[in-house]
């Protein structure tokens, strides 16, 4: 990624000038305790290369614990973030610059740096009680461990001490602006400006000035320590992305999920009422809704997971937008109310931000192992429309589409996310709201049949009538037990439960993509077609760039509507001696679509809480080219199986 | 389907009935409160597009189906789930959850609690007949310890749990008691919940003369249903009997049976006897539910148990107190513009 292409520019704002190298891309990563601060120096850089024009894509990585015990293995929290000249999909497969604050962030992460790559560490941190929390039985810094890296010691403890000395704050406040001082010296690394940071720390801290001025102070101390020291010989630039023009922010998939729920609010002319329980990772949407008041928007903390699926029932019987949001865990409780949406055709959207799992699994990791759960994860015959965001940013538009389907339609939607990109941050192109769509919604008020009003009486599109509570005349009575056609009326006859049972699965089966069903990228025949969904999207993407530049021929599809699954994909992937797909599951697409298609599709599949790299991708493709197949399966690693660290290792 | 009554007319009790015919079974405590329910609409000149009935699982749970308003039969136990949407959505519609004792208290005795203690505007209706009637007779929560059924051939071990007390704990605003059969009665509690403003909880004994016959006999048997319930009345003191010459008493912590004195002793030398001046007096406006509660606690044998009105305060309603919010986050950051939401805060220019 860190090709050099120019170099012999000096930084003039140094006394002793340094040569200023240019490079294309750049992946670094903060680590340290999860007291440290790493997030949020992460965030900061992040925030200040977007404004500074890169494309960025970022991973943060933190364990489920708030602090496990201070500098264990356990308690390493990081934040990787690729910044770039060019378009990126991912957050970078290998790290160029890594920053340690303890010999535990050191050891999680070291792996993750390219050979060559520097290594920033806080030597002040490397005691023996460090080392020992850390399993090391030696001294990293010292044993030759760190000979293939640019091994940078600082004594961060100290000089953020003395910067910090005269703020009159004790040691302890002090000591948390030690990330600002490791971000100032990143900073002066990369030729990023101080200003957004030191906006940020002002507008935070404006009713602690001491707390404001100590971090603004460890801040440019390490800056300066950057211009000063000789540890550094030169130092980078990576300039403005070529994005397309227009106005741009910065934002998460959780972001962007619920920006998209107050435009649908908007697009609809309704309120919204997100029913929600607590559950990582979707909470951020909870809170971020949660101060959205002014948007026509209302939240309920429910009481547990099927509370808050059962509210949103409620809420969509009487006519305003209804949403729930959860994971994997909390998918499995709302099941057999999503059961009851189903059976009385009720538009409700369910966001499932998908983690590790089984059970509890890995909570703050991701994984997309819920796809068969979206699917079938219910009791009888029970078809919901699913839709998969294939991006941060894609949040934002196939939550509308999410809506849209549900309305027109009467049905459950369920809205597949995960960890990655809920968590992940991207450049958005704001889009301009009198552009976006509106959603169409039509309430009856008057009886619909001879005999008076019938509920389930359908549409064109088979949805049945959304009548609203509070309408004179249309007095109705809906439930969960099978309904006779047209009337609703409670009915046991066999006939009519199986014509039923048809009835709801052609209405979903026949559904049209609101948006795009899939992302193609490369041309329309080839070698290897692989076929993914959700956030894997730019790892693949990138992977087919790549594998084209070589040679290879290689195209990608991207599934956004994985329920109804687009019709026209068999005939696609017909048109390739081969269909692999990567998925961060045991192969649960690949089972949807050989049973679909009768297409004998192959696996690239990795569970490891971590997405996908692209020279994963890469390696699986040319193993599939070479025949290395395990069974129906290609091996993210293309040879053994990867070790198992016997030492508890977060990375 | 729905039936064209016109519901801007003044309505009598039968215009509330669905083209639906009941399918309880013959002799149910379920038809004397269907029927009196339909009669408290027309009472209170309820206007059928505005109410809702909804339901869980359960014999109880079939009733909105038999009631020409709207109605959502759920499933088992989320009944108050789906109130609480439909209350943030509508707060003005006028909700009814009906329920039994296995719906509220086992399965979804977590909603009960929730939905209670937000004070959401609905009246609950639980219908009590401390047994498993669709299921076919295992013991329910509030089946008597020691009860023997098809699910406990050597008795039940399980303690059951008070309907009331339960509601009180979970800090009701409204918590009474009525029996199927005594109608007028029935009728005049169902017309108090009607016209409360909050969760109105109001538990029903009610008979299951197929699989748990009889278990209130007790307290509907001309005979003794005067020495074994009690009614309360607002401001009264706790008289019962059948010349009204026992009363409840407060000892310490604890009720206690007295003589109201100047009538005769029909229980013997057992019974201090005590001025009625002396007797607890009911006062279902109390703010602290403590005399509720320990209301809630009588249980026959021991004491007479109450009927009617335990507790009725006034209380700020849930869907108000979200859509207060709303107002008063307009109301200080002006109404959101959707664009300037979308742009963020920080934002650059490609």
């Not at chain 1, 999920?257 to 908007?266: K, W």
């Amino acid at each position: 990624m860190s090709t050099v292409i120019e170099s012999a520019e000096t930084d003039g704002a140094s006394g002793s000038p340094k040569p200023r190298k240019t490079l294309p891309a750049v992946t670094i990563r903060f680590a340290g305790d999860s007291g440290d601060g790493m997030q949020l120096a992460g965030t900061q850089f992040t925030d200040t290369s977007a404004l500074l024009g890169n494309d960025i894509s970022t991973l943060p990585d933190f364990p489920a614990e708030i602090r496990a015990p201070a500098g264990t293995l356990a308690g390493v929290s990081g934040y990787q973030i690729h910044f770039s000249s060019n378009d990126i999909f991912t957050p970078g497969d290998e790290v160029d610059a890594l920053v340690a604050m303890n010999p535990a962030a050191l050891r999680t992460n070291l792996k993750s740096v390219k050979i060559g790559g520097i290594v920033i560490v806080n030597e002040d941190s490397f005691s023996a009680v460090d080392l020992k929390k850390a399993q090391y039985t030696a001294n990293p810094l010292e044993d030759g461990t760190l000979g293939r890296y640019r091994l940078v010691k600082v004594p961060i403890d100290k000089l953020n001490a003395a910067a910090t000395a005269d703020t009159g704050l004790g040691a302890k406040d002090t000591d948390r602006c030690k990330n600002m001082f490791a971000l100032g010296l990143v900073y002066w690394l990369y030729g990023r400006p101080l200003d957004a940071t030191l906006g940020y720390i002002n507008k935070k801290f404006a009713k602690k000035p001491q707390v404001a001025s100590a971090n603004t102070k460890a801040l440019q101390a390490g800056y300066n320590f950057g211009i000063t020291t000789e540890l550094f010989q030169e130092h980078y630039e990576v300039p403005k992305a070529k994005l397309a023009s227009g106005l741009y922010r910065k934002i998460t998939g959780n972001e962007a999920v619920a920006l998209g729920m107050v435009a649908a609010a908007h697009l609809s002319g309704k309120e919204l009422i997100y029913c929600s329980y607590p559950i990582t990772p979707a909470s951020d949407i909870l809170h971020e809704l949660s101060a959205r008041k002014n948007f026509g928007v209302m939240t309920f903390q429910a009481e547990d997971e099927i509370a808050a699926m059962g509210a949103a029932i409620g809420v969509a019987f009487g006519g305003s937008l209804a949403a729930t949001g959860t994971s994997g865990p909390g998918l499995a409780l709302k099941g057999e109310a999503i059961g009851l949406a189903v059976m009385t055709e009720l538009p409700v959207v369910i966001v499932n931000v998908q983690r590790g799992g089984p059970s509890t699994g890995l909570p703050t990791k991701t994984e997309q192992a819920d796809l068969l759960q979206a699917m079938f994860g219910r009791n009888g015959e029970c078809p919901v429309p699913i839709l998969a965001a294939t991006s941060a940013s894609d949040c934002f538009s196939a939550l509308i589409e999410a809506f849209t389907i549900a309305t027109k339609y009467m049905t459950p939607v369920l809205f597949l996310s995960d960890g990655y990109i809920a968590n992940g941050a991207e450049p958005w192109l704001v889009p301009d709201v009198d552009e976006l769509p509106k959603i169409v919604i039509h309430h009856p008020t008057a009886a619909n049949d001879e005999g008076g009003f019938m509920p389930y009486k359908r549409n064109e599109d088979g949805a049945r009538p959304w009548a609203l509570p509070g309408t004179p005349g249309l007095e109705h009575r809906i439930g969960g037990l099978e309904k006779q056609d047209v009337t609703g009326n409670v009915s046991y006859d066999p006939a009519n439960h199986e014509h039923m049972i048809h009835l709801r699965a052609q209405k979903v089966a026949e559904i049209k993509p609101a948006g795009s069903a899939y992302l193609w990228n490369g041309p329309q025949s080839g070698d290897v077609l692989l076929v993914g969904w959700g956030s894997t999207y730019g790892a693949i993407r990138a992977a087919v760039q790549q594998l084209t530049e070589e040679g290879v021929s290689v195209a990608s599809c991207q599934i956004r509507y994985l329920n109804p699954l687009p019709e026209q994909l068999g005939e696609m992937m017909k048109r390739f001696k081969h269909v692999l797909a990567p998925e961060m599951n045991l192969g649960q697409l690949r089972m949807l679509l050989r049973a679909k298609f009768l297409i004998d599709v192959q696996g690239l599949n990795k569970v490891r809480g971590q997405p996908f790299t692209i020279s994963e991708i890469t390696r699986g493709v040319h193993a599939l080219l070479r025949g290395n197949l395990n069974g129906h399966m290609v091996s993210v690693n293309d040879g053994p199986a990867p070790q198992i660290e016997a030492i508890n290792d977060e990375g | 389907m729905s039936t064209a009554t016109p519901s801007t007319n003044v309505l009598k009790a039968a215009d509330f009935a669905s083209d639906q015919d009941p399918r309880w079974c013959p002799g149910c405590g379920d038809y004397a409160i269907l029927a009196q329910t339909k009669k408290v609409l027309a009472k209170i000149g309820a206007d059928r597009s505005k109410t809702v009935f909804i339901s869980g699982i359960g014999c109880s749970s079939r009733f909105p189906s038999y009631m020409n308003t709207y109605g959502f039969h759920s499933i088992h136990g989320r009944a108050p789930t789906l109130v609480t949407g439909l209350k943030l959505a509508q707060p003005e519609l006028n909700v009814w959850m009906v329920t039994g004792d296995g719906d509220a208290l086992s399965i979804g005795g977590n909603h009960l609690i929730h939905m209670i203690r937000r004070n959401v505007d609905v009246k609950i209706l639980l219908f009590n007949n401390r047994i498993y009637g669709l299921t076919k007779g295992q013991y329910s929560p509030t089946s008597e310890h020691g009860k023997k059924t098809k699910s406990t051939p050597m008795g039940s071990p399980d303690m059951p749990v008070r309907p009331i007390s339960i509601a009180i704990a979970a800090e009701a605003s409204f918590a009474a008691r009525a029996v199927d059969i005594d109608v007028k009665h029935l009728e005049y509690v169902l017309e108090r919940a009607a016209k409360h403003k909050g969760s109105a909880f109001v538990e029903i004994y009610q008979n299951c003369n197929i699989f748990n016959d009889g278990a209130f006999e007790y307290a509907t048997d001309k005979l003794t249903k005067s020495d074994t319930t009690l009614y309360l009345e607002h401001g009264k003191p706790l008289i019962f009997g059948k010349e009204l010459d026992k009363g409840i008493r407060v000892h310490g912590m604890n009720p206690e049976i007295v003589r109201v004195k100047g009538t005769n002793d029909p229980q013997g030398p057992s019974l201090s006897s005590s001025p009625a001046d002396d007797l607890l007096i009911h006062d279902e406006k109390a703010e602290n539910p403590s005399l509720a509660f320990m209301l809630s606690r009588m249980r026959h044998p021991d004491f007479p148990e109450p009927l009617g009105v335990f507790r009725a305060v006034d209380q700020e309603r849930y869907a108000q107190l979200v859509r207060n919010q709303s107002v008063d986050a307009v109301e200080r950051l002006g109404k959101g513009d959707l664009q300037t939401l979308l742009r963020g805060s920080e934002t650059w220019t490609v």
